[in-house]
């Protein structure tokens, strides 16, 4: 017997959770399983019955099931039993204790026939009830479906009959949650499945549990709410600490309180029609008519007093309609009612009640609005589906925001707000519950609100807005489904021993430590008003340094012998946040820009080209926490090599990506004096040399059909971007420095040279055979050749084109003349030649005399009778 099985048996949940014991279904196991093991008595059933049964321990188990069947079954005396709420399900719990017995005493498939075989034969006998309603009918169950059904009894009578206040200590373990939650999935399967099989024995007891409930319809309520409760605690944070429960009624902020009070200090409450009209419901709230509970008399409710209040409640407003929403003209009616929807999902989420509760809270508020108020002068309910008291105040809190913000944004908007920083706090607790939301809206408990925040932040630029008011807040990844969270990167508070190992590296004496910087690159490359310096400037600003990305903190350790590279790690996590954001050329644009500023700022980091291994596991380290990066924010199109970096290469690739995005702003913006322009020119003349050194490695050119360029990312082929065209248009020769000219580099050889060789020598060649034609052909006979027998293509052509038609016309011939019947007739005269001659062989052979002298032989005749057929 499984050993999971056991797990579940009653006397093992009772352990796990002590508040089982209140139920009846385990009061009443209690008391049968006394009477199990209880002193063998002998009677006649006990002698008679059993007789053919021959297994000794079958025979042990059914004699101890008797003492407790039997009592039951007679009316005999079982205080405990007899003084139980639910009488009518006694038979389910003596099945459930029968059950439980069985995986307990490890009974497997063929012993549980046997001993549901003689429950059978033997239910009108000694085991069968006085009374009509004691009697109980036993069906013959595999061990499969007694696994099942004692889990649907389990869910039912023991998860659903426990105080509401037990659900959430159940679900601290998943284990037992998911044991729950899978007794409801099998009853709804069950409803489905015994449709078509009502035959079976697991669909004839189901069916008889069905049957139960159904002449309970204020129980049978709630097994829709109690599917949606098991989902909302499976997926609920159990850690998280409850939280008070306040009465209704009373005094509280009519939205979030920390909302509430940042709204107070620029007076923005009241500037909304939403805070006036909680008001007016709060005048409007007064008190409970008691005969309003008149109606909850046939549910069955855990918390009445309380459903009955709000109950009350809800017709006191809807009394008040008209006054209410009068002074509300500017708000639609259907604004003003979603108002009125969202003040009780505040109210509902203060008050101990169940889901099922507030259920029929709803189902009676939609049937007291159709009943008693025309259709246009009312407020019916939202659509309720099973939501816990968190959802509410969610659905809620996400609510009130997008009524504010329009208020908010004109906060943000003004040039010194002394509250922007915790707006911009509030915005982002706002957005991570949106993505909270928006991952357990399994259920479509959210899909109202989180249309409304699309709809506010999707088709405009106020993203954009928040990302300048609120930098650094990751609002910009509120969006992004692949991120679980709204910031990819925990932040937190650096110790003091990392802040210790991440000062500046004051103990660097000499400028061998500071890393390689160059110098021509300072003077040449790093000119100002050049479009790269200011793009480069922004990946260089300086990070935070109070706050620290858990996924650079790797690096810290590697910190203090290489300097600034925990730095650096931190500016490129900005730096890929915003590339993340980016689409189509301007991302592939920034990325080529982030990839050659990675690349030069490790060349300045001190000792990173030491010969010991150290320098080489900062890199590795560096590029792994990248990696991890580029991961989290989902970029798949931008890539570092990280395999046997040459930073010297590194380096020049980057002067020419440079001086090619540079290329316009000088070419069609720079206008110079002699002073200016010789630094400009220092600067081609430089690049110039670069450019000739990489020209033939970065182009594959064709002599009339342009190049094709084999790193994009840092050069273009194109002629017009050649460094000479620059010398010229800034006039350089004019400058002294500069008289003697720059050499203009130009492509070296083409990809289709030796092609167009041997066509202009193929041509030269054909020129010459053309002339010898009109030569006397007695004279010169060895060299005219023919275009057709010189060339061996039309040789081997003409070949097998002759040999295929041979084929088609011998084809021909065999099937439209007599030569093809001649060739066919031939073979089978052979044939029919070879076959008379072995025949005659056969019979010179067989024959039993020759041809001779048979005068003294004597001759042998035998014959055989001829049978007539019958007629």
């Not at 980016?582 to 030069?600: A, G, L, S």
């Not at 989290?632 to 046997?644: A, E, G, P, S, V």
Request: contains cysteine; aromatic residues 14%.
């Amino acid at each position: 017997m499984s050993n999971k099985r056991k797990e579940f048996t009653l006397t093992e949940l009772a352990e796990k959770y002590t508040f089982f014991e209140e139920s009846d279904l385990y009061k009443f196991y209690q008391e049968v399983d006394k009477t199990y093991k209880g002193v063998e008595n002998n009677n006649f059933c006990n002698k008679v019955l059993l007789s053919g049964v021959e297994d000794p321990v079958i025979i042990t188990f059914l004699k101890s099931i008797l003492r407790g069947l039997y009592p039951l079954l007679n009316n005999e005396n079982f205080p405990i039993v007899n003084n139980i709420n639910s009488q009518d399900k006694h038979c389910i719990y003596l099945k459930y204790w029968l059950y439980d017995q069985l995986i307990i005493n490890n009974f497997h498939g063929y012993d549980i026939k046997i001993i549901f075989d003689f429950l059978e034969k033997h239910k009108n006998a000694c085991i069968k009830a006085k009374s009509p309603e004691k009697s109980c009918v036993f069906y013959n169950l595999t061990l499969e479906d007694i696994d099942d059904i004692k889990n649907l009894y389990a869910y039912s009578e023991l998860f659903y009959e426990t105080k509401i206040k037990n659900f959430r200590e159940i679900s601290k373990d998943k284990k037992y949650l998911n044991y729950f939650k899978r007794g409801f999935d099998l009853y709804r399967r069950s409803k489905i499945k015994c449709l078509s099989a009502r035959s079976k024995e697991f669909c004839k007891e189901f069916n008889d549990y069905k049957s139960i409930y159904e002449d309970y319809k204020k129980q049978s309520a709630f097994l829709s709410c109690q599917e949606h409760f098991l989902d909302t605690l499976y997926n609920e944070d159990t850690s998280s600490s409850e939280e008070a429960l306040l009465k209704v009624g009373t005094p509280k902020e009519t939205v979030d309180s920390d909302f509430y009070e940042l709204l107070k200090k620029d007076d923005l409450l009241e500037k909304s029609h939403l805070s006036k009209f909680y008001e007016s419901l709060n005048e409007g709230y007064g008190t409970h008519n008691d005969s309003s509970c008149t109606s909850l008399s046939e549910y069955s409710l855990k918390e009445k007093t309380t459903i009955c209040e709000l109950l009350g409640h809800v017709e006191n407003i809807l009394e008040k309609w008209d006054k209410i929403y009068t002074p509300h003209q500017e708000l639609s009616s259907n604004k003003a009612c979603d108002y009125m929807n969202y003040w009780f999902y505040d109210r509902l989420s203060h008050v101990d009640a169940t889901m099922c509760d507030i259920e029929i809270f709803y189902f009676l508020w939609h049937k007291y609005a159709r009943a008693k108020h025309p259709p246009k002068k009312t407020c019916y309910n939202k659509e309720y589906s099973g939501l816990s008291k968190k959802q509410l105040r969610n659905k809620k809190t996400l609510f009130d925001f997008l009524e504010y913000y329009d208020y908010i944004k004109d906060e943000l908007n003004k040039d010194k707000n002394e509250n922007q920083s915790d707006y911009c706090k509030y915005i982002k607790g706002i957005f991570q519950l949106y993505k909270d939301m928006e991952r357990k809206n399994i259920s479509h408990s959210y899909s109202e609100e989180l249309k409304l925040f699309h709809m506010k932040f999707v088709p405009n630029d106020e993203l954009h807005f928040l990302e300048e008011k609120c930098p650094d807040m990751c609002l910009e990844f509120v969006f992004n489904k692949k991120l679980k969270t709204l910031c990819p990167f925990e932040e937190k508070s650096l110790s003091e021993e990392q802040k210790e190992k991440l000062k500046a590296c004051e103990h660097l004496k000499s400028s061998s430590d500071r890393g390689h910087i160059d110098e021509k690159y300072e003077k040449f490359y790093n000119i100002t008003n050049l479009t790269t310096y200011n793009i480069y400037k922004e990946l260089n600003e300086e990070a935070k340094t109070d706050n620290s990305y858990s996924i650079c903190e790797r690096l810290i350790p590697f910190n203090d012998i290489h300097c600034g590279i925990y730095d650096l790690c931190i500016k490129v996590v900005r730096n890929l946040k915003k590339l993340s954001r980016m689409e189509n050329k301007k991302r592939t644009d920034r990325c080529e820009f982030i990839t050659h500023w990675v690349y030069d700022e490790i060349r300045k980091i001190p000792n990173i080209f030491s010969n010991n291994s150290y320098g080489t596991d900062a890199i590795r380290e560096f590029f792994n926490a990248v990696y991890d990066i580029l991961r989290k924010l989902d970029i798949t199109n931008c890539f570092f090599n990280t395999i046997n970096i040459n930073f010297d290469e590194q380096k020049e690739k980057k002067y020419l990506h440079d001086y090619f995005k540079n290329y316009n702003k000088i070419k069609n913006e720079i206008v110079c004096n002699n002073t200016e322009c010789e630094k400009y020119c220092e600067y081609v003349t430089s690049i110039n040399e670069l450019y000739g050194k990489y020209i033939n490695r970065c182009c594959y050119c064709f002599k009339f059909h342009g190049c094709k360029e084999r790193y994009p990312d840092y050069f273009k082929c194109d002629d017009i971007y050649n460094p000479h065209n620059i010398f010229e248009k800034l006039k350089c020769n004019q400058i002294e420095k500069f008289r003697k000219g720059m050499v203009k580099v130009g492509k070296s050889n083409f990809a289709d040279d030796h092609v167009l060789w041997l066509t202009d020598k193929y041509g030269k060649e054909e020129k010459t055979l053309l002339k010898l034609e009109k030569i006397d052909s007695s004279s010169t006979p060895e060299k005219i050749c023919s275009e057709i027998t010189c060339d061996p293509f039309y040789v081997a052509a003409i070949g097998a084109f002759g040999l295929m038609g041979f084929f088609l016309l011998f084809f021909i011939l065999y099937k439209l003349t007599p030569l093809g019947s001649y060739f066919h007739n031939r073979g089978t005269r052979k044939k029919r030649n070879h076959f008379q001659k072995r025949y005659k062989t056969f019979l010179d052979d067989d024959v039993e005399f020759k041809h001779g002298n048979m005068k003294n032989r004597r001759m042998s005749l035998a014959y055989h009778q001829v049978r007539r057929p019958i007629e």
